[in-house]
């Protein structure tokens, strides 16, 4: 038997406030039809509330309720990292792979996990995969992926062992994806799409003899190290191409299980990491100013968590602290004049100290049913400085009198209670507040082209922190046992929202650029999110469950905001039989009448396509085998979503096959 050591305490706190996408092997919950083999993007698309703005085929940036990367958090197993592009080429989800994780957690809204800073529209976890201890001597597991997929020739291979026993345990992997220029629907070849990525893994953890018997519970000590590089990333949306994105990521965690204690765990982590981001315009033809852009992130950082429960208490107390550097630069190369060079990002160090608690308060609710009370609040405070004397110089042009270091406080607080009707109603309904610092593209940011609008953004250290008042609510109506039927809605209101706005004063630096921008807040903004979803299951074995979902985001003149989702749909109809399941999967969204014209943005039309795909399981002597294939974009659709990036084309028709096994 394997005891799971890191069974999240955090995970339990709330399913209400808490949503599970499953990566790897495990019982129930969410989880991608293509298995493991998925890439991280498709896993977080099976996440309500998420979707997934797309530059190319890699390294999708997450939003959650419409929101987008400044204003969420991201953390690997509650470790800080940031992101090395200025051009948003590699959110944090691109540094790692499905071999590294169990599972990725969502946390809607200001109800942030423990370590969340920043996160207004939501706080994902992406948790790592530990082979954890074993009450048997020796017991080891060996596992093994292979995909392919027609459009674009994409090869995904992946293997992974681990060893547990009582006291210890080590577990470790690599995966290695490959893909081509993807054909568009009507088989239209689009160009600079093709990536390729290794990534490899190793954990380990070992348990303390416990002194004195088991009575005072006992002490792990768990390590973590991931390395990941893509290489040759084509980017169809943007103007450049990425030669290498590398990241390190290492951890030390220790650990104490309490036992016949009104304490659960303390958890002290110290981590690092480390990536590098080297853009790449050689390939591309027609070039008229070649240019270099890399940049780097640094974090080292720490956590200390501390879990207990008391009667119908169950609560935690979250000290953290990182140090984030970040610097960008960039050259350019007019033919037969001198270089150019500027800085980007200024070598900005962040320093942020955070407390963070929490408590779930269980009830008896009416009709012998649990309902609850979770409340959560943290308080950070950040210092920054610009570590760059020219970086500092440079935007100094723009804002005489501006300093080299910043402070800034921001926090969060946000109540939720849970109740139900006997078995018929399941109800939440939720409150919170929390504030950001501007992000270092927003506060530093010098001269960066956003192909979306095509202007120069320009970054502005005197903005305020921006904030927002969420009201959510959740109502679950079970009809009968087996329809169910539910209703979900949050809204944001924004003050002094941050956002780019134009300044007619200053000229274009890219050539081709419409314009400048420089980002400021703006007194209010509004977004809000309302989706139905539905579950039957007329007979055993078939399920149908559909699900709609409609947005909207407004600025303080009554304009739209850009990238909020026009009305979406997904209906899926499921079969399982024994070993073998299979689901059909129609998708789509409307027309986005409603886009952020002052923003740049432009028209999507309305699209649907639709998917299908088949499971199968079988044994061979000890070892379990999984088959999956599947058609995506049946019909081969030639379309865009509205996250598209400058509307590139998605795939067309792609048939997949992949196979797993594992002893
Ligand atoms: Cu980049």
Redesign the pocket.
């Given at each position: 038997m394997i005891i799971g050591i890191q069974s999240d305490t955090i995970a339990t706190s709330s399913q209400k406030l808490d949503e599970v996408v499953v990566v790897s092997r495990g019982q129930g919950g969410k989880r991608s039809a293509k298995g493991q083999v998925a890439t991280i993007d498709e896993h977080l698309q099976e996440l309500s509330h998420v979707e997934l703005v797309r530059r190319g085929s890699y390294a999708w940036e997450p939003t959650v309720n419409n929101m987008q990367t400044e204003r969420l958090s991201t953390t690997i197993d509650g470790m800080k990292i940031f992101y090395a592009?200025?051009?948003k080429?590699?959110p944090v989800t691109s540094y790692v792979e499905s071999g590294n994780l169990q599972s990725i957690s969502l946390n809607s809204g200001l109800n942030g996990n423990p370590q969340a800073t920043g996160n207004i529209g939501g706080a994902l976890d992406l948790r790592l995969r530990k082979a954890g201890f074993s009450n048997d001597h020796g017991l080891n597991g060996l596992s093994a992926q292979a995909g392919y997929e027609t459009n674009g020739n994409v090869q995904v291979y992946g293997a992974d062992g681990s060893h547990s026993s009582q006291r210890f345990y080590v577990n470790g992997g690599a995966f290695y994806r490959h893909a081509d220029n993807y054909k568009a629907g009507d088989g239209k070849k689009v160009d600079f799409s093709q990536f390729q990525k290794v990534n490899a893994f190793l954990n380990g953890g070992y348990k303390f003899p416990s002194l004195g018997g088991t009575e005072g519970g006992y002490d792990v000590l768990e390590t973590t190290f991931i390395y990941d590089r893509a290489t040759d990333v084509g980017y169809p949306a943007l103007n450049?191409d990425?030669a290498k994105a590398e990241a390190f990521i290492t951890s030390l965690a220790y650990k104490h299980l309490f036992e016949d204690s009104k304490l659960e765990s303390w958890e002290t982590k110290g981590y690092y990491n480390h990536i590098t981001?080297v853009?790449d315009d050689t390939t591309r033809p027609d070039v008229e100013i070649h240019m270099d852009?890399p940049?780097e992130s640094w974090t080292a950082g720490a956590y200390s968590l501390l879990t207990g429960s008391y009667g119908r208490h169950q609560a935690q107390l979250n000290l953290d602290g990182y140090y984030n550097r970040l610097f960008a630069d960039m050259t350019m190369y007019p033919g037969g004049a001198a270089p150019m060079y500027m800085v980007t990002w200024p070598d900005v160090g962040t320093m942020n100290v955070g407390v963070a608690l929490s408590d779930d308060i269980r009830f008896p609710s009416f009709g012998g049913t649990e309902g609850g009370l979770h409340l959560s609040g943290k308080l950070s405070w950040q210092h920054q400085r610009l570590n760059s004397d020219e970086g500092y110089k440079a935007l100094s042009v723009f804002f005489p009198g501006m300093k080299q270091a910043y402070h800034q406080t921001t926090g969060r607080i946000a109540a939720n209670f849970n109740s139900s009707i006997f078995q018929f109603l399941n109800y939440s309904i939720g409150a919170g507040w929390g504030s950001r610092a501007p992000t270092v593209t927003e506060a530093y940011g010098y001269y960066l082209n956003n192909t979306f609008d095509q202007y120069d953004y320009i970054g502005n250290p005197r903005l305020k922190n921006e904030s927002a008042i969420e009201l959510n609510t959740n109502f679950n109506f079970s009809i009968l046992p087996s329809f169910n039927f539910s209703i979900d809605a949050n809204a944001f209101f924004f003050s002094n929202y941050i956002i780019g706005q134009f300044e007619n004063r200053l000229s274009v630096m890219t050539v081709g650029a419409e314009g400048v921008k420089v980002y400021g807040n703006i007194d209010h903004a509004t977004i809000a999110n309302a989706s139905l979803t539905a579950d039957w299951r007329p007979i055993r074995g078939l399920r149908w469950t559909a699900k709609g979902t409609y947005s909207l985001g407004r600025d303080d003149e009554g304009d739209r905001l850009p990238l909020i989702a026009p009305f979406t749909y997904q209906s899926r109809l499921n079969y399982a039989t024994g070993p073998l399941s299979l689901q059909a999967e129609l998708k789509g969204h409307a027309r986005q009448a409603k886009y952020g014209q002052k923003y740049g943005e432009t028209e999507t039309a309305a699209w649907t396509i639709v998917n299908l795909t088949a499971n199968y399981q079988f044994s061979i002597v000890n070892s379990q085998f999984t088959i999956r294939a599947g058609v995506e974009n049946l019909f081969d659709k030639d379309y865009a979503t509205y996250s598209d990036w400058c509307h590139i084309p998605q795939k067309g028709r792609n048939i997949y096959v992949n196979l797993s096994f594992e002893i």
């Open positions: 592009c200025t051009d080429m590699d450049m990425v981001h853009m852009m940049g």
